[in-house]
């Protein structure tokens, strides 16, 4: 257990709907990154929050949103949802250790777009 | 342009003897790698890093080797037990310049036989 949670952990939905991810980092991670894996392109970085501010962002599309709150839970709102969307999401917090961060994961959200 | 390769997509291990994972990559400014282990329908879960600085941090059973001037790296796991069948990936950030997001590599799953 990583200490990283995510809910839900399976989301069904239909095409042009909008969706909530929810991600708790570790206690005391300031950091938190969001990810998506698809079957053809791996694992794809779309976005990082530190301490409530946006700080680096990826190929995250303009559909895609998220945000910090002040407890440092983040979230991912996905609409106008595509096929092509479905999709495993997971998000990291990091740690920082001798100027090296690592992240560590939850267990993610399986998105399945209908 | 994918800047972190694992061109073996699968390799198979017989139980105590050596596995050894692959990971190119392409940008110089990459300055400390990871690896991860990922079971079906869970998260990446970390395994071993090294910073640029070094050639090679060793955790147990896992040791990470870095070839900067090759732009390779290579995990080796001795010995190996069927516990460690799971899809390895490799990741590089650059701290530097461009913050703590991870590119990952494509994954390399291990089969370790009994």
């Known amino acids: 257990d990583s200490g990283v949670t995510q809910t839900p952990k399976h989301l069904i939905t239909a095409t042009g709907q909008r969706v909530t991810l929810r991600c708790s980092p570790r206690?005391?991670?300031?950091?938190v990154y969001w990810y998506q894996q698809s079957l053809d392109q791996g694992l794809q970085f779309l976005i990082q929050?530190?301490?409530?501010?946006?700080?680096a962002k990826g190929n995250i599309l303009e559909r895609f949103s998220a945000q910090q709150f002040p407890d440092l839970h983040s979230e991912l709102n996905l609409s106008s949802l595509e096929l092509g969307d479905s999709a495993l999401y997971f998000c990291?917090?990091?740690?920082?250790?001798?100027?090296?961060?690592?992240?560590?994961f939850g267990p993610g959200t399986r998105l399945l777009v209908l | 342009d994918q800047q972190v390769k694992q061109n073996s997509p699968s390799l198979s291990v017989q139980e105590g003897r050596i596995s050894i994972l692959n990971c190119d990559y392409t940008?110089?400014?990459?300055?400390?790698f990871l690896w991860y282990k990922k079971y079906p329908a869970e998260g990446p879960t970390f395994l071993i890093s090294?910073?640029?600085?070094?050639d090679k941090n060793e955790d147990g059973r896992f040791t990470v080797f870095l070839n900067k001037s090759a732009k390779h790296l290579s995990l080796h796991i001795v010995p190996s037990q069927p516990g460690d069948s799971a899809v390895y990936f490799c990741?590089?950030?650059?701290?530097?310049?461009?913050?703590?997001?991870?590119?990952f590599g494509q994954g390399t799953e291990l089969s370790v036989k009994p």
């Open positions: 206690s005391g991670d300031l950091s």
């Open positions: 940008n110089s400014m990459f300055d400390y």
């Open positions: 929050y530190y301490n409530g501010e946006e700080r």
């Open positions: 090294i910073s640029s600085i070094k």
């Open positions: 990291a917090s990091s740690v920082m250790a001798g100027g090296l961060e690592t992240q560590y």
């Open positions: 990741a590089a950030s650059a701290l530097g310049n461009q913050g703590g997001k991870l590119i």
